[in-house]
């Protein structure tokens, strides 16, 4: 074959195997990750809440009890893998405002299990009064929207002493109190804290794009490949 022939036949083999790589990067037009606020009860504009009305948390410096921990029970409207948490909370001086925050299923009970989706440990709540904390997700636990979930913030040292305010949106779900660690108790419904909740949906090509990147590889495949078959056998030429 002469070596022009072989250069012609090269060159479009390398373009049939770079129109390939084409393929992978339509579809990826098609998929990708997007973030949804699947629960809220803060207001709107500009995040409002309760400055006033909030939920103690406390590690023993105050009565009733020395030890105190509160959770709310949330349910997702969309489902998708935690990527962060925004909830108000403030507390005093660097030793008093030290808290966990976990979110957990729930047990047969209607309680929270004890076992934790994703915890945030020694959560500073020092930023500013009344203030909002956004806890970035490290495990990014799938959450399914319509099953129900609890938020559990508890004392993080025997110093701490935060509030966790109220919403002012009238929101109310079943609220948990605990006075030992993992050891929750009913309290019934009432006003919910103020926070958000933030999922990353992963988005699966529908079929139809699927089937569109299929085609596109056997189309642009086909005449190249014919090209080839074709010019490879063409007879060789003698000298005279």
Known sequence: MPNTMRKSNSLKMRAWAKSLFLIPALVALQAGAQTYTTYNTFGEPGNIYDGGDAWLVNGGNDPPEPYVGEAVAFTP?????????SIAMSGGTAASALANVFIEPNSSQNLPTGTYLQSFLYVSTTADNNGI??????????LQAGDP????????SGTTDIAVNQNSQGVQAVVAQSFSLGSW???GSNNTFAFDVEV??????????????ALGISVLSSPLSRRFYFNSRQPRKTKA
């Open 77 to 85: 409207t969309v489902s998708g893998y935690l990527d962060q948490l």
């Open 133 to 142: 904390l956004t806890l970035t997700s490290t495990k990014n636990p799938f």
């Open 149 to 156: 979930y609890w938020l559990c913030v508890g004392p993080a």
């Open 185 to 187: 108790g009913k309290l």
């Open 200 to 213: 990353e949906e992963t988005v699966v090509p529908e079929p139809s794009t699927a089937a569109l990147a």
